[in-house]
Structure formats: C-alpha cells, structure tokens
C-alpha cells in the first residue's frame, strides 16, 4: 500500500509539473514541422532566392519585416494584415507607411509553402525564414531558425506608431526601447548591423546630412546631393544605409560608425562617445564576433510573445484572417 500511494504521489506532481515547464517558455522549435512541412525550407529559399535575384534590395525589405513584426505585440504577423473595416492593420502605421515593402513576395512565399503543406505554416514563421534566408543570400551568417508561431487575429495601428523606434532616437531611447521586449544593448547593436543592407529615404537623414556635426564632411556633402535641404522636396529619395556595399551582409555598417558616416542619427548614436562605442568597435574589426551576436539577437528578437498552441491561428492568405 506504501509503494502504491507514493507512486500515485509521484504520478501527480509530474501531472502537475509537466504543463507548468511548457508555459514558462515560448515553445518554438527548430524542427516544428519536419514532419507536417519538411519542404518548407527548400520552398521559401526557393521563392526569396528568386526575389532577390530580381532586386537585390529585396532581402533588406524582407529582413526588415521581420523586425517590424515582433517588435509589435510580438511575431505574429500582424504586420501582414491589411486593414478591415474593424481594424486598422499596421501597414499604414508612421514607421511603416510608403517605407515597408516585400508585401508581394510575402504572398508568393506564403502560395509556395500553401501549395506544398496546406493549412500548416503560419505567417509569422514564414517572415523568420524568409528573414534568415535574405541575410543568408547576401553573404550573412546561417543560424537554424526556431518555428512555431501563429498568426494574430487582429492588428494594431497604435502599438505600431508606439513600438518601432524612429530613426531620431538617442542611444538612451534605444536601449530601453529594446530593453523593454528583453533585447540588451548589445543585442540592440548586433541587430541594427541589419543596416549593413537596404536603403532609406531623405526624409529619414535629412536633418543628419544638412544640420549633424558628428558626421564625415564628404559624406554629409554626397548624401545632400540627392537629398534637397526642404521638407517635401525628394523627400523619397533613396540612399543606401551601408555606403560601402549595401547588397552585401558584412560588418562595414560599423566601419562607417567609427567613421562618422552613419546615415540615420540613431545609426551614429551607437558610436558618438557613449556606453556602445566598444560593441560597436568590436564588430568593425571582427566580423565574426558581429556574426555571431547578430544570430544570437535574431533569435531573441523572434522569440518576443510569439502565440503557441490554441492560440491564434495559421491564416491562409496573410493578408487576411481566416
Ligand atoms: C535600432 C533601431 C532602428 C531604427 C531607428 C531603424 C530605422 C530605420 C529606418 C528609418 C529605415 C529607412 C526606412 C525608409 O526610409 O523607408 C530603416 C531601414 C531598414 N532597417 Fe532599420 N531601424 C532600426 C533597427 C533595425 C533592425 C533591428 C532591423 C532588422 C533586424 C532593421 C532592418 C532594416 C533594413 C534591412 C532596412 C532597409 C530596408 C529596405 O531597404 O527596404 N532595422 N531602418
Ligand atoms: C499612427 O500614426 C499615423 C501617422 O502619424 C496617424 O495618422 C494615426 O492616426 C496613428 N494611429 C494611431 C492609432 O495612433
Ligand atoms: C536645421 O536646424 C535648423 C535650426 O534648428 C532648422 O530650422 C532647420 O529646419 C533644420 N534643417 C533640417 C534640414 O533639418
């Protein structure tokens, strides 16, 4: 009767602990479909290898929605949503309107990965691995992307406006702005080496390059060449975010830095006599340690609030719930 009743015992506190260790963490996997979707990685490589080939810029676009993403309410993918008439979707959000794009190849990846596993993947995964493979095609580093996440129900237009920091951030608004979703300083760092590729519009350097005195001369005086000094003139004008090679993922992004040749004034505030100097010092002369960090954060960063198990669901069409 002893043996009997503490087994039992035994049996119902791992009855009890067991759901306890699966809500402390985010549940996200590596190998989350390998049986439901096992074309899924050669499928999405296959959509944004032909995008990219396309536009170069293209893998910059896609990295960026990923970010922009999890930095609201969590990777959900709820960036993807268009607007209804019960909510108003994120795309049209400050930081996002006339400046997020991939929308298209989105759609394409998502009929791909329909096609071959229908019903199964979510959005929002599709945007990590669509995120990885974009940095991976232009020279960045492989890391094996966890899965796993659903797809929101709704968006939200004001959380966007509220969570994606502007390029007029100071290096204090940095950190605590990623502090907040759990991301260090350093984690900040290694991800805004993501500006290593894509462009961005004068709008978002003009005051830099017109009115900045922590900035390289030549480079201020090329970057107002296609950039006029008046609000509302060239305002969508593109410049690349890394000078140097803005197709390539490689650590010039921090050359610059030290170089005073940051576009955006939250580019420069990493590197203007404060606390992420040395981190940004670091990755200009190693690029393996940036490597390194940037994986490590990507995974952080896709890790913030994803919706696991009955939660959410997996949308069909990514621009709309089902
Ligand atoms: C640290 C705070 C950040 C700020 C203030 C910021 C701001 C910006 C701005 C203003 C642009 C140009 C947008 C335009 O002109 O339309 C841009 C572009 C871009 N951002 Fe960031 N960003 C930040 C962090 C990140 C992170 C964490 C990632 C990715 C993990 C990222 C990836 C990109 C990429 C790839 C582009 C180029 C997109 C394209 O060419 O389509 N950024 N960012
Ligand atoms: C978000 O920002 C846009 C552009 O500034 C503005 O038009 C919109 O009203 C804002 N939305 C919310 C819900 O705050
Ligand atoms: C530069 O600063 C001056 C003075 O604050 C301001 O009036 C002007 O609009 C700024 N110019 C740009 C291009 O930001």
Known sequence: MASLSSSFKAILTLAFLIPLMGSSSAQLSTNFYSTSCPKL??????????AISKEARMGASLLRLFFHDCFVNGCDGSLLLDDTSSFTGEKRAAPNLNSVRGFDVVDNIKSAVENACPGVVSCADVLAVAARDSVVILGGPNWNVKLGRRDARTASQG???????????????????FNALGLSTKDMVALSGSHTIGQARCTTFRARVYNETNIDNSFAQTRQGSCPRTTGSGDGNLAPLDLQTPTAFDNNYYKNLVNRKGLLHSDQQLFNGGSSDSIVRGYSNSQSTFSSDFVAAMIKMGDISPLTGSKGEIRKNCRKIN
């Not at 990685?41 to 032909?50: A, D, E, H, L, Y």
């Not at 390029?167 to 950190?175: E, G, K, Q, V, W």
Request: proline share 10%; hydrophobic share 40%; no cysteine.
């Open 41 to 50: 990685f050669t499928t999405v490589k296959s959509v944004v290898n032909s």
């Open 159 to 177: 959380a966007a406006n509220n969570s994606i920091p502007p390029p007029t951030s100071n290096l204090n608004a940095l950190i605590s702005r």
